[in-house]
């Protein structure tokens, strides 16, 4: 059985209680909003996916920036992580971004939310590296609604910091602190959670991405990111 195969068929493979991960996920999107996940795809797939972001050279990495299009900035004082865009051209990507189609067309089978498609890249952050405080979304005015990060750092240890912390809506009230363990994801509401990345002292991975809907207006198609 190929990657490809693997990843897909375990999206849909029943837990040990009989439940269906999709109806997991969609629940907890409901309520509370976020879920974290402790191993949602094959060890093979995340290992491929590990291998192929080692390979790519570090120059192709580029500066992170806040905003999309004309309002795309870079502000050190927010972030300093480096990020490398996804397509299906790495056969390791194209298993990982068909298991989120079939995690898209679940969600909006059982949320209705007519999630159009899904953009993502990796995040590389260096010892010293964050990410402040933020919102993936702003309500009513962006087309991102479900937001998805899935750590690629191996044997992740508690001094090695770079942890997501996810805040209650509104508030500075910390609800969760998400350890970037090797192969866990975490999924949530993007206008909801503030988050940050908190200082990493260590090489961290993960692939962050999101689920958007069609903000396309006639022959103008919303970009992708």
């Known amino acids: 059985m190929n990657i490809l195969n693997s990843a897909a068929e375990d999206l849909w493979r029943r837990g040990p209680d009989g439940d269906d991960p999709l109806d997991r996920i969609a629940t907890a999107l409901r309520g509370p909003g976020y879920i974290v996940l402790p191993a949602p795809l094959p060890p093979a797939l995340l290992g491929a996916l590990l291998r192929h972001f080692r390979s790519i050279d570090r120059t192709r990495f580029q500066s992170a920036g806040i905003g999309r299009e004309g309002d795309h900035q870079l502000n050190q004082f927010v972030r300093t992580d480096e990020i490398f865009w996804l397509d299906k051209s790495n056969p390791a990507v194209g298993a990982y971004l068909e298991w989120a189609e079939n995690l898209r067309l679940g969600l909006n089978r059982r949320l209705f939310l007519g999630l159009f498609d899904y953009e993502c890249h990796y995040a590389r952050y260096e010892p010293g590296s964050y990410y402040k405080k933020h919102v993936d979304a702003f309500k009513g005015g962006t087309n991102r609604i479900v937001s998805t990060v899935l750590?690629?750092?191996?044997?992740?240890?508690?001094?090695?910091?770079?942890?997501?912390?996810?805040?209650?809506?509104?508030?500075?009230?910390?609800?969760?602190?998400?350890?970037?363990?090797?192969?866990?994801?975490?999924?949530?509401?993007?206008?909801?959670?503030?988050?940050?990345?908190?200082?990493?002292?260590?090489?961290?991975?993960?692939?962050?991405?999101?689920?958007?809907?069609?903000?396309?207006?006639?022959?103008?198609?919303d970009p992708a990111r």
Do not use: C
């Open 151 to 221: 750590y690629l750092t191996p044997n992740w240890q508690p001094k090695d910091g770079g942890e997501l912390q996810i805040y209650a809506p509104d508030s500075d009230e910390v609800i969760e602190k998400v350890a970037p363990r090797f192969g866990q994801m975490v999924v949530f509401l993007s206008e909801d959670f503030p988050h940050e990345v908190l200082t990493s002292n260590r090489s961290r991975y993960s692939v962050t991405g999101w689920f958007r809907v069609n903000n396309s207006l006639g022959e103008n198609i």
